[in-house]
């Protein structure tokens, strides 16, 4: 069992982000999360990352429960999952090359991570991960001249350089043109399979997840709506999935969904 | 302005804050006894021209002018000495007492936990005390402790600017973006390496200008602790000033303005070779 998480619940401050959540992932598996805007997609993913801990439940990752671990033996499990963020959060000034090898430093020693700040110690192994998004080029460049999609690149780049067990997305294809979108989530999808890794990424794009992932899992306000095979899923799951009274009226609603995201 | 519709929340409380600072500054002005009146009296007005007439022309003789080119380079010499050993101890210091490597304010949205906070504040404590002294009483006590010399001004200066130095990067440090760091750090990496692939890229540029300026600031000191025999050039005005040679004070200023205006170049070209 990868995730194991057992009424889960998020709380910030007042805010209920999630509330008992409770989902079993086996290894392998590759499940997209979906649901409308501010539903807890983003929380749920930061939850399984260990980037937030529960106010409430249990998380188990790899057999482990994170939280009840020393912060160094915490870190280490870490390092075995990898998390691509909405907008990656990379320093502008620093080289997309630096950014991509950083995604290893989990295990690396201290000394290798800071000479390979000197000198990049794996320019070959970078280089290949961004060939494959079609960003080799782009290699020795600063991460503050690249766009919002090519900056997701990047950050998907870092994330296959990692090499996790267990790999999270967070809209790792927001910033993308459609073709874009659909070929970088093949290429996970493919890295998932051929490495046998546990993927799942939220997505604001339905017909993507359905497209890509085997399981689906649909989440509202905090909760699961429903959690099954992608053929399974119909369109009355979606609309009340989808369903707001507040813009009811409004007609085009949903195409228009711009994200902006910054530039590093 | 003042329609519901159009008001602006904190609007009231910066009114406040600008009464407040007024407040707070008159009192400030009547205490330190702030009077320019005094500079127009006419036998002040005397005193100033007499002074400053002796100024031109500038010496500029050659024995004069070497005595001025090693003074400076002491200055030069004791101003860098004393930042590199301020350095020292300000990189590490700086790294323990701030936040930004703080593991749990990773998982917690920037709040670092109680105990790390309180495992930090004998460091600021350090920091505080370190800078609290002003470099010239160290100075009169290192020229008691290792005699007349550079020794005492390089001394001086590396303990003062320390704790300046410590202070200004912990908090340049957390005043850059900490996603960069914490996503690193919820990879797994440790946290001196987050420190350098999250943090340091964006406060570089903020560090380098900050120490470049502190030199120059460690040039104007080491020549004011030149007054109470720490050599250099502050010595070398101090003893002008006593001959009255208004000429040779003014060759010094020179020189002390050539360096400064050296500091503020170097500044800028690592500025814009950082951006």
Aim: with cysteine; net charge positive.
């Amino acid at each position: 069992m990868t995730i194991d998480l057992h009424n889960a619940g998020l709380r910030h401050g007042q805010v209920r982000a999630l509330e008992s959540v409770s989902l079993r992932i086996t290894k392998g598996e590759r499940v997209a999360i979906i649901g409308p805007s501010g539903a807890g997609k983003s929380s749920l993913l930061h939850l399984m990352a260990t980037a937030v801990q529960p106010s409430a439940g249990r998380l188990e990752l790899f057999g482990e429960q994170p939280w009840a671990l020393s912060a160094r033996a915490r870190q280490r499990l870490r390092a075995r999952i990898g998390l691509v963020h909405q907008a990656p959060p990379l320093p502008p000034r620093q080289r997309v090359v630096t950014a991509v090898l950083a995604g290893r430093l989990g295990q690396w020693g201290t000394l290798q991570g800071v000479f390979n700040l000197v000198y990049p110690t794996d320019v070959p192994g970078a280089r290949e991960v961004l060939a494959e998004l079609g960003l080799a080029e782009k290699l020795f460049v600063q991460c503050g001249q690249l766009s919002g999609g090519q900056l997701q690149r990047v950050g998907i780049a870092r994330v296959l350089y990692q090499r996790p067990e267990l790999l999270l997305a967070d809209e790792p294809v927001s910033a993308m043109d459609p073709v874009l979108a659909d070929h970088s989530l093949a290429l996970l999808n493919r890295h998932a399979q051929a490495n046998g890794v546990t993927l799942v990424a939220s997505l604001h794009a339905v017909e993507l997840a359905l497209a890509h992932f085997p399981r689906v899992i649909g989440i509202r306000e905090g909760q699961v709506m429903f959690d099954c095979p992608a053929d399974a899923v119909t369109d009355p799951m979606l609309d009340a999935l989808y369903a707001n009274e507040q813009f009811a009226s409004q007609p085009a609603q949903g195409a228009t969904l711009a994200v902006q995201i910054p530039r590093c | 302005m003042l329609k519901a519709q159009t008001r602006d929340p904190v609007a009231f409380t910066r009114l406040m804050l600008i009464l407040f600072a007024l407040a707070v500054l008159w009192p400030g002005v009547r205490l330190s006894e702030l009077n320019p009146g005094v500079l127009l009296h006419a036998e002040n007005r005397q005193q100033i021209a007499a002074f400053t007439s002796a100024f031109w022309p500038p010496a500029h003789d050659a024995e004069f002018l070497k005595l001025l080119y090693e003074a400076t380079l002491q200055t030069l010499a004791v101003a860098t000495a004393g930042m590199a050993f301020a350095l020292l101890l300000a990189i590490p210091t700086s790294l323990l007492a701030s936040r930004a490597l703080s593991l749990r304010a990773a998982s917690r949205g920037g709040r670092a936990g109680v105990l790390s906070r309180l495992l930090r504040m004998p460091v600021r404590g350090l920091l505080i005390f370190l800078r609290s002294v002003p470099e010239i009483v160290w100075a009169l006590l290192f020229v008691r402790a290792v005699g007349l010399g550079p020794t005492a001004g390089v001394l001086a200066i590396a303990i003062t600017y320390s704790g300046m130095l410590g202070k200004v990067y912990a908090e340049i440090f957390e005043s850059v973006d900490q996603r960069p760091a914490h996503a690193l750090l919820q990879a797994g990496s440790g946290r001196l390496t987050a420190f350098f692939y999250g943090i340091l890229p964006s406060a570089m540029a903020e560090v380098v200008s900050y120490t470049v300026y502190r030199w120059e600031c460690a040039i104007r000191a080491s020549v004011v602790m030149g007054f109470v025999g720490a050599g250099g050039l502050g010595q070398q005005i101090d003893l002008s000033m006593r001959m009255f040679a208004g000429g040779e004070v003014a060759s010094i200023l020179l020189a002390f303005f050539g360096l400064v205006v050296l500091a503020d170049l170097l500044s800028r070209f690592l500025r814009g070779r950082l951006a």
